[in-house]
């Protein structure tokens, strides 16, 4: 497709479950990022990757978030025993490179609930 | 310590009117891009306009301008003729230098809402 795009758009799940987001980035982009949007507030960053690779995972907010990417393209970030703080919108990013000068283009996100 | 502020938390400008929404930034680095994006109600990011630390000239883009004062690390967006249309979130970023593996990624400022007044 022309842009990115994240699966499922909305997901509501019990308190405990695990939780699997899905970021097909843009054809030919390398880098591409998660980060979490809490009702009303800022982006918070979670995890980037170069191709494959994440070389950051310092802003994942708990050893329950893991992310992978595999083939360079799509990105799938698994939340495991889900709480109620995880309850945000999910936005996945994609740019054509990591240069500083590489504006980057989202997804519609994942609002995820959970209860 | 905060890297981007955005000292506006609401705006209001009448239909037709400019607008200038506030953004400053912190950095040590030399190379480095700002960034401002629009989230409407809808909640989709949009990129809008792009300013280079070594760009001479301010970046415009349409009804969209990006007033770049680098000795003071402020970068501006201007929006010339506001419409309804631009009732939404608006968000000043900021990534630093190039290919730093410990610390790569965009930083977000918390927001302004504009809302365009008919």
């Known amino acids: 497709g022309a842009g990115v795009s994240q699966s499922p758009s909305n997901k509501v799940t019990e308190k405990g479950k695990d939780v699997e987001l899905r970021c097909d980035p843009i054809?030919?982009?390398?880098?591409l990022y998660w980060y979490r949007q809490s009702l009303g507030q800022g982006l918070e960053f979670l995890i980037y990757?170069?191709?494959?690779?994440?070389?950051?995972k310092s802003g994942l907010p708990s050893d329950r978030f893991s992310a992978e990417r595999t083939g360079g393209s799509v990105s799938t970030l698994t939340i495991q025993r889900t709480q109620q703080e995880d309850s945000a919108v999910y936005l996945c990013?994609?740019?054509?490179?990591?240069?500083?000068?590489?504006?980057?283009?989202f997804g519609d996100g994942t609002r995820l609930s959970i209860l | 310590a905060q890297k981007i502020t955005q000292t506006q938390p609401g705006m209001f400008v009448q239909e037709k009117e400019a607008v200038t929404l506030d953004c400053t930034y912190d950095?040590?680095?030399?190379?480095?891009?700002l960034f401002w994006y629009k989230q409407p109600s809808s909640g989709e990011m949009i990129f809008l306009i792009y300013?280079?630390?070594?760009?001479?000239q301010n970046a415009t883009e349409g009804r969209y301008s990006l007033n770049f004062q680098k000795a003071r690390k402020s970068a501006n967006l201007v929006i010339s003729a506001s419409q309804l249309g631009d009732s939404a979130m608006y968000f000043c970023?900021?990534?630093?230098?190039?290919?730093?593996?410990?610390?790569?990624?965009?930083?977000f400022g918390p927001g302004t809402s504009l809302s365009v007044i008919p």
């Open positions: 990757f170069q191709g494959n690779s994440a070389p950051d």
């Open positions: 054809s030919g982009h390398t880098a």
């Open positions: 300013q280079g630390s070594y760009d001479e």
């Open positions: 990013a994609s740019s054509l490179t990591l240069h500083s000068n590489q504006p980057q283009h």
């Open positions: 950095t040590s680095d030399q190379s480095y891009g």
């Open positions: 970023a900021m990534r630093e230098g190039q290919m730093k593996t410990s610390y790569d990624k965009v930083i």
